[in-house]
């Protein structure tokens, strides 16, 4: 079992681009959170995808969105790039509805714009 | 909405010694999880420990238990026996739905 995988696993962008971040779920999850972890802090809950919708979104504007695909896989997409966004973007999945089962995390991408 | 707050940055402990990390966290939910993950160098977040809200028993996972006090909204964690391996830093969380909500993390040094 390969876990939870993201790619890329750094990336270098440069201000007003837009990029996308994907995660592979560990093997019979279907549920799967981003967060975003700025140097020297906790994860900042982005959104959560489960049965290729969003189903839960924290506090972060609309330049942030998402995909989940019928594998489960998912895709974070960023727009219009601001310094601000330079962080540690890291997946984490779950498997099943909102019973608050045990969270596996990726390595993370580590994201820096320029 | 929930927080979690987590008062010291940094910590250290002797190897082999015992050593406590702290949290505390307000939510007005009454059904909800509470977590410590470890984050070493390579940056993936590993659970430590988890506690049911509904459960007084605390949590135990071998070398590594938890003190919660539910009333006080306390969740510490202890480390016993400190290990070189144990060096990371240390997030407490809580959980509703599956959202995790996050301390800003203690960072832990093992001295040899």
């Known amino acids: 079992d390969a876990g939870v995988t993201q790619s890329p696993t750094h990336l270098i962008k440069t201000r007003g681009q837009q990029v996308t971040l994907r995660c592979s779920p560990k093997s019979g999850h279907d549920t799967v959170s981003w967060y975003q972890q700025a140097l020297g802090q906790g994860p900042q809950f982005i959104f959560q995808?489960?049965?290729?919708?969003?189903?839960q979104r924290g506090n972060f504007p609309d330049r942030f969105s998402g995909h989940q695909f019928p594998n489960y896989s998912s895709e974070l997409n960023v727009n219009a790039l601001l310094l601000g966004d330079s962080a540690l973007y890291l997946c984490?999945?779950?498997?099943?509805?909102?019973?608050?089962?045990?969270?596996?995390f990726g390595q993370g991408t580590r994201l820096t714009v320029v | 909405a929930q927080t979690v707050t987590q008062s010291q940055p940094e910590m250290s402990v002797q190897e082999a010694e015992t050593v406590t990390l702290s949290c505390t966290y307000d939510?007005?939910?009454?059904?909800?999880?509470l977590f410590w993950y470890k984050q070493p160098p390579s940056r993936q977040m590993i659970l430590v420990i988890r506690?049911?809200?509904?459960?007084?028993q605390n949590a135990t996972e071998n070398r590594f238990s938890v003190n919660f006090q539910k009333a006080a909204k306390s969740f510490s964690l202890k480390i016993s026996d400190s290990q070189l391996g144990d060096a990371a830093m240390y997030f407490c969380a809580s959980s509703r739905n599956e959202k995790l909500t996050f301390g800003t993390g203690t960072r832990l040094t093992i001295i040899p």
């Open positions: 995808y489960y049965e290729e919708e969003e189903r």
């Open positions: 506690q049911e809200a509904y459960k007084q």
């Open positions: 984490a999945s779950s498997f099943g509805g909102l019973g608050n089962t045990e969270a596996f």
């Open positions: 939510t007005s939910e009454s059904d909800y999880y």
